[in-house]
């Protein structure tokens, strides 16, 4: 015991655990989070299935906690093509920002983070399938800016349409 006390504060002091207790690996794909499983919505809403979102939600909070220097998160909505095209592009914004706004009541700083949607413009896979077009319904979580600077030249809301204000 006398071991175990001395190596917990030590690895709690040096930072390397998060708020369940242990180091928190985070990868990145590019300057995207890969996040542990889909963030998902009610059907054709902007209503966070809080439940089923769960690991990926705090997955994605931990990492901001954890990376300070990252300035500013993009967090992006995607819809696959079925459909209206309008339609889609909304829903897309609508759902990136229930996502800044969930991470805002969790304690993360809103003006970290901006929503933007893509609709069905940034397809991962054929919207011929059903499979296909479930991997195109998703939120993905991307560094924009590092302390301050924007990555690679690019706007922060990198092409998409801005949501909305997270802080409203």
């Known amino acids: ?64 906690v954890a990376k300070t220097y990252i300035s500013k998160l993009r967090v992006e909505g995607h819809t696959d093509n079925a459909g209206d095209a309008a339609a889609n592009q909304k829903l897309s914004e609508q759902r990136a920002l229930a996502v800044c706004k969930w991470l805002k009541a969790e304690g993360v700083d809103c003006k970290r983070l901006i929503a933007v949607g893509f609709g069905d413009t940034k397809p991962v896979a054929l919207n011929s399938t059903a499979e296909g077009r479930a991997q195109n ?28 204000d997270p802080c409203e």
């Open 137 to 164: 319904r998703r939120i993905t979580a991307v560094n924009a800016e590092l302390r301050g600077r924007a990555i690679g030249g690019l706007p922060a809301d990198g092409g998409g349409r801005p949501a909305g």
């Open 1 to 64: 015991m006398k071991l175990i006390r001395p190596l917990f504060l030590t690895l709690l002091l040096a930072g390397l655990t998060t708020t369940a207790g242990w180091a928190q690996n985070f990868k990145l794909e590019g300057n995207q989070l890969v996040l542990p499983g889909p963030i998902v919505f009610k059907a054709g809403t902007a209503d966070l299935d809080e439940t089923a979102s769960k690991d990926s939600l705090i997955h994605l909070k931990e990492f901001l």
